[in-house]
């Protein structure tokens, strides 16, 4: 028997085990190791007849065997009752059989049966993956793994990955696939294909996998095209791919993706094409790597026990979901798969005071200078945290008469236990707090970067965390914790407001967690101590997002007097610039009007004062009559006028003939399979023309001789300069949107 210390890299099931693979150095061989694993899930019966019906199903069943009556905690009473335990046999196929015995036996509850095996056995053995290891093995098989460290932990080694970036042009379609263009990149080294000699490709690509033997590849695409087209071309040439380091693994290929609809979006995910024993990510298919690169989606996968690859293609609810699961097991209760605690019965009046948001005070439009923003520090995971808001919690059986109440709403919150949901929480806000103070104390640029993109991770699981309270579909979503929480935040914005106006600041907008004061010769240390007293106030920690040089709160684009709320810039003292919702913010404007709105907020961002704006306005308007020059004369690529717009459904189901729709209907011609929530691109030629069709032309189909709408795009453009210009240097006579960008006409007023 040998022992060992390295990080745990990927784990999975397989027939009947675990398979393992570790990392023990950088350069040295990947370790493949196996354990048998037979999990108990079980079902709750709600009389005999239901329970033998049942076990008859199950005799039939390859993955499951009946093993008896287990007495389990329930969730949402903590008491005890008898639950009946399964032995799951067979992991591959447990979850088709599950999804069969469901079927036929919908009036069972189920718990501990859909949740992905490596999940429940890092929940059960207190793993997570790239944790650091010492695991004990013989042969082939492991004995024994134990974690080094805790998920909670904000110190730990990173994992030593070997990391290849691959790239490919392909094409697939139920006709025909074909290979452009194929090449390896890892460590400075690059190797390009010819792709003529389809199987000498495949065969030479195969031995550069062995020989460099990247645990992560890199692709930009790789989910939607180039993984399918090489699975797809490697089965018809009969030469199998080593992407995957376990043998024997077989797929499903397809292009098509799913969309759904979130918070009234419809959303586009690709396929999956992860692998086994080693990493594949997506650029385009992992929304944290976007956000926090690879190190905030390895933090966020080791805070959510998910496995890397599926912590990369799922949403942050998912993640935020398998903390809490993993909380739950390791207090000992069951995890039910279907949601079973239905809303309270309310009055129509009861509905009205619950159904709300948090809380918003309009801003006072205008310009300001001396301005202080302050944020609340996770505002919804504090008050969950701090008030012991859980979905257990709030209204229980135990406490008819509690201590505590939910303001407006009188909701009881319980004093005998502690929420477990909640609870999950907290060592994820520690962490979080833990890294943004690093980022403030140090001066070392890569250390910021590491901290921040780890800091970021966690603040997406933490906003997800209240929403997922109000899910209908979450297994531990109640929406009375969800209103509770809502609740307790405006109770505490209006706290915040009144402290404020008590120590004689002036609220010029607040939005659910954060507020905006000025007051005339305020200080930073005064600004400090208001914070404490508002924590004092509050029980929710404050902190300063920044003090403003001067701030812009700009109206409705269709109404000059009619404030909105997040429609503001500005600059921080420290000459970094907060913008929201305007143009560069967008992503259905051209690439040209936000590379413009950019510079001219980079050159505002000199000014440390309203004054020294207006002394930039020469220069301003410079940068605005050269892009206006350039786009009239034609300068501007076409890539840098292409306008983005997400499918609300697919091509064919369009009655209208909007530029998105007739993109949509080209690209469809193009053979381009579509569905709702994917994005389509294209360039405006003539948005006054007759036929739709020659109004914009998709990017497919752009050739060097393709014109544009310069009409079109210089009302763009200049819709995007005036967000800046009007409130800085007054309105123009004549507001029309094709005017010119001259000089201003008239002063605005400025506070």
Not at 59 to 69: L, V
Request: aromatic share 10%; net charge negative.
């Amino acid at each position: 028997m040998r022992e060992e210390t390295g990080w745990l890299f990927d784990y999975y099931p397989r027939g009947s085990e675990m398979v393992f693979w570790f990392i023990t150095d950088e350069h040295g061989p990947r370790l493949r190791l196996a354990q048998p694993y037979a999990p108990r899930c079980y079902v709750e019966a709600k009389d005999s007849k239901s329970l033998e019906r049942f076990k008859m199903s199950l005799e039939r069943s390859r993955s499951f065997r009946f093993e008896g009556p287990a007495r389990e905690k329930d969730f949402w009473t903590a008491k005890e009752r008898t639950l009946h335990a399964i032995q799951v046999v067979d992991l591959e196929s447990s979850y088709k059989d599950l999804l069969a015995l469901y079927r036929k036996h919908p009036d069972l509850s189920y718990y501990n049966c859909d949740i992905p095996f490596e999940q429940l056995y890092g929940y059960q053995n207190n793993l997570f993956p790239t944790a650091l290891c010492r695991f004990r093995y013989e042969g082939e098989s492991l004995i024994e793994c134990i974690a080094l460290e805790k998920h909670s932990d904000s110190d730990y080694p990173p994992i030593p990955l070997r990391v290849a970036h691959l790239h490919g042009e392909g094409y697939l379609s139920p006709n025909r696939a074909a290979l452009r263009f194929l090449a390896l990149e890892m460590e400075g080294r690059t190797i390009e294909w010819e792709t003529n000699d389809l199987e000498d490709t495949l065969h030479s690509f195969n031995a550069y996998l062995d020989d460099w033997d990247p645990d992560l590849i890199w692709t930009t695409g790789g989910d939607s095209i180039l993984m399918p087209c090489l699975f797809h071309l490697a089965n018809v040439a009969g030469v199998p791919l080593r992407l995957d380091r376990e043998a024997g693994i077989k797929r499903n290929l397809g292009q098509q993706g799913r969309s759904y609809i979130s918070y009234g979006r419809i959303v586009y995910r690709d396929p999956d094409y992860p692998l086994w024993g080693r990493w594949h990510i997506d650029h385009r298919n992992c929304f944290l790597d976007r956000e926090s690169d690879l190190e905030g989606l390895i933090e966020a996968s080791r805070v959510s026990r998910l496995a890397v690859q599926r912590m990369a293609r799922r949403s942050i609810g998912t993640g935020i979901s398998s903390v809490q699961m993993a909380n739950v097991s390791q207090h000992g209760f069951p995890i039910p798969w279907k949601k079973a605690q239905p809303e309270g019965w309310k009055t129509a009046l009861q509905l009205i005071r619950a159904d709300r948001g948090g809380m918003t005070y309009m801003p006072k439009l205008g310009v300001y200078e001396n301005v202080v923003e302050l944020d609340f520090v996770s505002m919804y995971p504090s008050i969950m945290t701090n008030f012991n808001i859980s979905p257990e919690t709030v209204n229980c059986t135990c406490c008819p008469e509690p201590e505590t109440s939910v303001p407006e709403l009188g909701y009881r919150i319980c004093d005998k236990r502690n929420g477990l949901i909640s609870g999950a929480l907290v060592p994820i806000l520690e962490k979080r707090i833990e890294y943004k103070r690093r980022m403030r104390a140090t001066k070392d640029p890569d250390e910021y970067r590491r901290y921040n993109n780890r800091q970021t991770a966690l603040k997406w699981l933490l906003v997800c965390c209240f929403g997922y309270l109000g899910y209908k579909n979450a297994r531990f979503g109640r929406i009375e914790a969800h209103e509770s929480i809502c609740a307790i935040s405006r109770e505490m914005l209006l706290r915040t407001r009144e402290i404020s106006e008590e120590w004689g600041y002036s609220v010029l907008h607040s939005l659910v967690d954060c507020v905006w004061l000025k007051k005339s010769g305020q200080s930073h240390e005064e600004v400090e101590r208001l914070c404490r007293a508002i924590e004092d106030a509050t029980n929710l920690p404050i902190g300063i997002e920044g003090h403003y040089s001067w701030l812009v709160f700009l109206s409705s684009k269709q109404y000059d007097d009619l404030p909105v709320p997040a429609r503001y810039f500005g600059r921080f003292e420290d000459g970094s610039m907060k913008y929201r919702g305007i143009e560069i913010r967008r992503s259905d404007q051209a690439p040209v009007v936000q590379f413009v709105q950019g510079e001219l907020l980079e050159l505002l961002s000199q000014a440390d004062s309203l004054e020294a704006c207006r002394k930039l306005e020469p220069q301003l308007r410079a940068i605005a009559l050269e892009a206006e020059r350039r786009i009239v004369e034609r300068e501007v690529s076409l890539q840098d006028l292409l306008l983005k717009r997400q499918l609300s459904q697919s091509p064919g189901e369009y009655k209208s003939t909007t530029m998105a729709a007739t993109a949509a209907k080209q690209a469809a011609r193009l053979g381009q399979d579509l569905i709702a929530g994917q994005e389509v691109y294209f360039v405006v030629i003539d948005s006054k023309a007759g036929n739709p069709d020659a109004r914009v032309c998709v990017v497919d189909l752009l050739a060097p001789e393709t014109d544009y709408d310069v009409e079109f795009y210089l009302v763009q453009l200049r819709r995007a300069v005036r967000t800046l210009f009007d409130p800085l240097f007054g309105k123009p006579k004549e507001n029309t949107r094709t005017q010119p960008l001259e000089a201003s006409q008239q002063v605005f007023d400025f506070h």
